[in-house]
Structure formats: C-alpha cells, structure tokens
C-alpha cells in the first residue's frame, strides 16, 4: 500500500513539475517576444537554460557586419530580472544591460563582422531560480 | 493481493505532490542540489557556467545570408535552388531535416528577391516536411493561416517562416529531439554557404568572399554542436560530420584579423555601436577548395 502511494506521489509530482517547469517557460518567452518584432527577425533559434543565482549561461555568436541586432533577455514573469553581457573573444566587454536597468532587450549595429560570447545571469532582485530566454533577431 | 485504485487512493498522492510542489515553489531560498537534480540533468551544468539548452553555439540564420546576398546586387538565380520535386526522395527523418534547413533557406532566398509564387511553392513543401517530420504543432497551424493571408507581404512572410523555424526548435528541444534541430540548422547553413561559394564563383564579388571567410568561426559552432552525437544516429549523419572537419580544415588556412575599438552607446536609442574591425583574408586556392567541397556536402544532402 505505501509503495503504492509513494509510486502514485512522484508520478504526480513529476507531471505537476514538468507542468509548472512548461509554465514558467512560456511566460517568460512571452516576456521576451514582446520585443522581438519588425523590422526585426529572429534567427530561427531559442536559446533557453534554467539557471540559479550563482551559474551564468553563455554561448557565441556571430553577428555580421553591416547589420542591426536585436537582443532581448529575460526571465520569470517580469522584466530587469535576467542580466546579459557581450564581449568579443579577446574578453573585451562589448557591452552589458547592468549599466541600463537591465533592459530586456538592446539593439546593436555592427560595422564590422565580429565574434562575440553572449553570457546572463539572475539579477540580484530576480528569485534564486529561474528560466533565462534569450533571443536574437537580425534586421536587414 | 490486489489493491482497488479507488479515488481517495489516487487524490491523496496528489494532495501530497501537490504540497511537496507548492513547497519548493514558495521556498525563498537557493534551492538545494537534489531538488533540481532533474532539471540539472535535462539543462547541463558545468561548474557556474551552464549551456543554453544544450547549445554553446548560435548558427547564423539562412534568412540573413539571403538578405546580404540581395544587398549586394547580384542578380537572382533560380539555379542555386534545390528544386521541390526532390521532396519524395527524402524518405529518412535525417535527409528531412537536412532539406527542411535548405528549403528553408531556399525560401528565404526567394523571399528576398520578390519570387512571391515560387516561396508559396517552397513554403507548402516545408509545412508538408514539417509535418512528416512530426514538428508542426498548433502553433505553426496559427502560422501557416498568416501565410495564406499575407503571401504577397514580403516582410510578413520573413517574420512567419523565422517564426515558424523558432517554434519548431523550441519544439524539439522540449521533446528531447535536439539532434533534429541542429540537423536542421546544419541543412541551411549548408545551402547558405553553398549559395554564397556558387555566387562568388559568378561574381567575384569581394563582399561575398568577405562573408564566406566569415564562416570560419560558425563552422566550428556547428561542428561543436553536432560533435556529441557523433557515432550514436546513423553512418549518413557520422559521414556528414566528417565532411564538415574536412572543410573546417580548409577554413583553419583563412586568416581572421581582429581589432578592439570600444564601443558607443546611444542610451536614449537603446542602441550600441560596435566599432571593432575584423579583416578577412581568404586566398583564391582557400575559395575555390571551399567551393568543391561545399558543393560536394551539399550534393549528399539533396540527392
């Protein structure tokens, strides 16, 4: 009887997670969205990770030269809660939204074609865990 | 024995899973490694720093290669297509996801250069792919309205197919089919490049030799994220990596010189302008081996 209630317990825990895991991501891609529209393009990719306080995600990108990014950060439901930063392979930082209320989002025109790291991390203000969307979207 | 599932039976588990989510939910503090043992399996942790879904890598986007391909002023060429009477030939679910990126891109292309009839065309092929490959959702079906309604909207089919593409990522990576997606991004950074070496093989225009040495580094990226799946799909998806270091090879020749100039930021515009210059200096033995062996990947690909 008991392993029976155990068994049926972390079944419903699992499915009751994964629901509240698929929740809190899509809010927050909702989040997101809102800035990602014309004359801006997403670049067909969704670059998501569930993060605590300590950890930051990254990944590199390259942005062409002659052209006009789109980045836009978020995380949970609210916005200023995901802190994003670029710097170039040399770890020179581009630039990082802490200096800005950390903006959801910021545009970048690039003169030149350049290789960057893009990293986030929770803001200090954001809950101890939480889903980091990121996206990037082109305009021509 | 047998145990009767009556409904005090299955709703107290419930009641307790319930509070044991409500529980973490409203806990204030960090929480603890075991109780997100799951999730850290599903987002991979290294230490503090931790990949985005499993990707460290961004592919650019084949829309964008179409759109600076147009910039330049070369002339369309419908030759550079995969023609869409191929689609039969693709019966495995890695050739769909292959072609599904050169479609893609192909659409994109055709979008760029107001061949409007011919992106319905190519369009319908990536919704039947799409749905053969079992990623057309809801979502997409809300998608593929817009289309209909919007065909001879140029900018509105580029924000519907990136959208589409987007949806269809997410979607994999939800349903542990990541492998798919980055099949798919390989297909169209494939066709982007294949475009890009035909083209300058034509024109001889230095802008494009200029964004074909720029692969160099995305050529990696996309070599990094297919790596792990090396030797566990098939000899067709091992072969096709193995094509991809062959060319990485050649790229390794292209020299990428970089200077840091800083930045400048409009804050009133939210907008940073990125000073730095990177020069790329690619040799006419570089190209035209580049040129070869893409046409080589691309013709395994679409065959």
Redesign the interface.
């Known amino acids: 009887?008991n392993k029976?209630?155990?068994k049926?317990?972390?079944?419903?825990?699992?499915?009751?997670?994964s629901f509240?895991?698929?929740a809190q991501e899509e809010v927050t891609?909702a989040v997101c969205d809102k800035y990602m529209n014309?004359?801006f393009?997403?670049?067909?990719?969704?670059?998501?990770?569930?993060?605590?306080?300590?950890?930051?995600?990254?990944?590199?990108?390259?942005?062409?030269?002659?052209?006009i990014y789109r980045i836009t950060a978020c995380s949970g439901s609210q916005e200023g809660q995901l802190i994003f930063a670029i710097y170039?392979?040399?770890r020179?930082e581009?630039?990082s939204n802490r200096g800005?209320n950390n903006?959801p989002?910021?545009?970048?025109?690039?003169?030149?074609?350049?290789?960057c790291i893009i990293e986030?991390y929770l803001a200090p203000t954001a809950p101890?865990?939480g889903f980091?969307i990121?996206?990037?979207g082109?305009s021509? | 024995m047998t145990?009767k599932l009556t409904l005090s039976?299955?709703l107290?588990?419930?009641i307790?899973?319930?509070m044991?989510?409500i529980g973490i939910?409203c806990n204030?503090?960090?929480?603890k490694n075991n109780q997100?043992n799951?999730?850290d399996e599903?987002?991979q942790?290294t230490g503090?720093?931790?990949?985005?879904?499993d990707?460290?890598?961004?592919?650019?986007?084949p829309?964008?290669v179409a759109?600076?391909v147009k910039?330049t002023g070369i002339p369309y060429n419908k030759e550079l297509l995969n023609p869409v009477e191929r689609t039969s030939r693709y019966t495995t679910a890695f050739k769909q996801a292959l072609n599904l990126g050169v479609y893609?891109a192909n659409l994109g292309y055709l979008n760029m250069y107001d061949q409007l009839p011919d992106a319905a065309v190519y369009f319908g092929v990536v919704k039947i792919m799409s749905k053969e490959l079992g990623i057309m959702s809801s979502i997409d079906e809300k998608l593929l309205e817009r289309f209909e309604s919007n065909k001879s909207n140029k900018?509105s089919i580029?924000?519907i197919v990136?959208?589409m593409?987007?949806n269809a990522?997410?979607y994999l990576?939800?349903n542990e089919r990541n492998e798919i997606g980055i099949i798919i991004?390989t297909g169209g950074w494939v066709e982007s490049l294949y475009f890009l070496s035909q083209l300058a093989q034509t024109n001889k225009s230095q802008e494009i030799i200029?964004?074909i040495g720029?692969q160099k580094?995305?050529l990696d990226?996309l070599i990094e994220l297919l790596r792990p799946y090396y030797g566990k799909q098939s000899e067709e998806f091992d072969h096709l990596l193995e094509q991809l270091v062959d060319l990485a090879t050649v790229f390794d020749g292209i020299t990428i010189e970089?200077k840091?100039v800083p930045?400048t930021?409009y804050?009133d515009?939210?907008?940073?302008?990125?000073?730095?210059?990177?020069k790329?200096i690619i040799q006419d033995v570089q190209l035209n081996l580049i040129t070869e062996q893409v046409e080589a990947i691309r013709n395994s690909i679409v065959q």
Do not use: H
């Open positions: 009887m029976t209630y155990l049926l317990t972390f079944f419903f825990a699992f499915l009751l997670q509240f895991v698929n891609t014309p004359p393009v997403s670049d067909g990719q969704q670059y998501r990770a569930l993060i605590n306080a300590e950890e930051v995600a990254e990944f590199r990108a390259t942005f062409y030269g002659g052209s170039d392979r040399e020179n581009l630039f800005y903006a989002y910021w545009d970048f025109k690039f003169n030149s074609t350049v290789d986030a101890p865990s980091a990121l996206q990037i082109f021509k | 145990k039976n299955i107290l588990p419930f307790a899973s319930l044991m989510i939910g204030d503090t960090p929480p997100t799951n999730l599903e987002f942790s503090g720093l931790i990949k985005l879904n990707r460290l890598f961004s592919i650019p986007s829309l964008q759109s600076l910039e893609g900018d580029m924000q990136s959208s593409y987007k990522d997410a990576m939800d991004l200029n964004r720029e580094y995305p990226n970089y840091y930045p930021t804050a515009k939210k907008l940073t302008v990125i000073n730095s210059t990177t790329t």
